[in-house]
């Protein structure tokens, strides 16, 4: 005899759920249940929305002990992911929900509190040593301190500072992937994301050319970035070193 297990959404209806959104519920759901040969889509049940899955007879016991696991917060990285994903979901769209097993709504397995989940406060700043990597992309400044600036894929480095010798040295590495070491300001927000607010550079390392082509491969993803178009961006980068060695 199969099984059917239900993730219930308390928002929208069958009706007013976008199409997009509904998948990204039905993604996640897929990934946290596991064993994808097994579970199928079966229906969308009135009352909010309910998103009904059926698992193959042979498999229930599978997707019975990984789903205790994944409450129990042992489950596989994928099903962890998928877990936190739904309840984000849940809590953009102002809801929570849970997942119950066949028709009984009181036999909850898994609870999300979505909007409920209280929000982690503000933490620091506060100063921790570290080390940031990126490609060194200006190098700029006309008094005792210099300001960088690395972009590291999709993420761009600002407030940094050094002193001018330890600047005009790396100046010499301008487009290259570099490892600046010192002490870092940083502030959590209220999402838990962290933000760096300054970083203080004491040294510094260039990275190995193996390292050069992941970073230029990481700016060629970016969105509208002129690196994609180039056919030889290694040596476009050194012929951008030799333009520019140094302060600008």
């Known amino acids: ?5 239900t993730l219930y959404i308390k928002a929208y209806t069958p009706e007013t759920i976008p199409m997009a959104r509904l998948a990204q519920y039905m993604q996640n759901l897929a990934a946290m249940l596991g064993h994808d040969a097994a579970v199928h889509f079966d229906t969308l049940k ?3 929305t309910q ?3 059926r698992i193959d007879h042979e498999d229930v016991p599978k997707v019975a002990t990984h789903l205790a696991q994944v409450k129990r917060g042992e489950g596989s990285p994928e099903a962890t992911r998928a877990h936190a994903e739904i309840d984000r979901l849940l809590a ?3 809801a929570t929900g849970f997942v119950y097993e066949d028709e009984d709504e009181s036999a909850e397995i898994i609870a ?4 409920t989940r209280p929000k982690p406060s503000t933490f620091g700043p506060f100063n921790q040593v570290g080390s940031l990597d990126g490609i060194l992309i200006s190098v700029s400044g006309a008094d005792h301190t210099v300001h960088l600036q690395l972009q590291n894929g999709e993420t761009k480095y600002t407030g940094i500072d050094t002193n001018r010798e330890t600047a005009r040295r790396l100046a010499k590495h301008m487009y290259e992937p570099v490892r600046v070491f010192g002490t870092g300001r940083w502030l959590r927000d209220q999402d838990g994301k962290w933000s760096l607010k300054k970083f203080k550079v004491e040294s510094y390392s260039v990275l190995a050319d193996d390292d050069l082509k992941e970073a230029i491969y990481q700016m060629r993803k970016i969105e509208g970035s002129e690196w994609k178009d180039m056919d030889d961006p ?4 050194k012929a951008l070193r030799e333009k520019d060695n140094g302060l600008h």
Do not use: C, H, R, W
Not at 1 to 5: D, E, G, T
Not at 112 to 115: A, R, S, T
Not at 234 to 237: E, Y
């Open 92 to 94: 953009e769209d102002n």
């Open 51 to 53: 998103l009904v899955t």
């Open 46 to 48: 009135p009352g909010s």
């Open 1 to 5: 005899m199969s099984k059917s297990y």
């Open 112 to 115: 999300f509190p979505g909007v």
């Open 234 to 237: 290694i040596s476009a980068v």
